[in-house]
């Protein structure tokens, strides 16, 4: 705004200046063509002062520009503002007529600034409790997840040398209720033949019972219960042989099968997971 009325008031000075010189050499050709000995006319030099004074009163109001001696307002070569910045002085005229000035921390506006910071600082903090809220719900498990994630199984329905499968977090679970020759022919197993060696005690909380899971640690096949050369699983993808305890001892196989977590809640309550 103030250069754009920096440049209209320097176009009406140059118009001003051009109209200026031409009324002077119309004078001195008036005094010449009619007589020599008369003195000029004084009516140019009382039109250019009362034009000055007339625009300096208008650019008061619009410009930033440091009043300095030699330099008026609006007729220089550089934009007031940057007049400004060049020459710093504190004699700088505002435009009180359109804008309402306040003097720095007035206590009338104090409650309010004081109001609007706290109210939008309580927003932010209130947005910014809501998103993290929101993240960690959705990094937690749903229900059905949490659901999925335990299991309880009656052992009371399953006889003697029978393996049960189950289904749990979308795997199978073998549950196999072992007879004391099975117990046995486990424990009587070479270690030092064992691809994965571990020993039988390891991999059972009680010797009755054996919980794995039914996933062959190969390619991922579901083996066959009650099958094999040894007794306990047989995998007919590629050949697997797993012995009673789920160990491996045949094929391409190259680790036994896992055993999850699980616990006996009663003497016929299992808990996996």
Request: glycine share 8%.
């Amino acid at each position: 705004m103030l250069r754009v009325a920096g440049r209209r008031l320097f176009s009406l000075s140059q118009r001003s200046s051009t109209a200026t010189s031409l009324a002077v050499s119309r004078d001195h050709t008036f005094s010449d063509g009619g007589n020599s000995s008369s003195s000029p006319r004084s009516a140019p030099s009382s039109d250019l002062s009362h034009f000055n004074s007339y625009h300096r009163s208008l650019i008061r109001g619009f410009s930033s520009q440091v009043l300095t001696q030699g330099n008026e307002v609006g007729f220089g070569s550089e934009p007031a503002t940057v007049e400004a910045v060049k020459t710093p002085n504190s004699k700088i005229v505002y435009d009180d007529h359109n804008h309402e000035r306040y003097p720095p921390g007035d206590p009338s506006k104090r409650a309010f600034a004081y109001f609007v910071l706290s109210g939008g600082r309580f927003v932010y903090a209130s947005v910014l409790r809501l998103l993290v809220l929101k993240l960690i719900v959705s990094m937690s498990a749903s229900k059905d997840v949490l659901a999925l994630a335990s299991l309880e199984v009656d052992l009371g329905s399953i006889e003697p040398g029978t393996t049960v499968t189950v289904k749990w977090r979308g795997k199978p679970v073998f549950i196999r209720r072992r007879t004391e020759d099975d117990i046995k022919l486990a424990n009587s197993v070479d270690l030092g033949s064992l691809r994965d060696p571990q020993e039988d005690s390891v991999r059972v909380k009680n010797p009755e019972w054996l919980v794995v899971v039914g996933v062959c640690t190969h390619l991922g096949c579901i083996p066959l219960p009650n099958a094999g050369d040894y007794g306990g699983w047989f995998c007919p993808c590629h050949g697997s042989h797993y012995d009673i305890s789920g160990r491996i001892r045949k094929g391409p196989a190259p680790y036994n099968l896992e055993v999850p977590t699980y616990s006996f809640l009663e003497e016929n309550k299992l808990l996996i997971g």
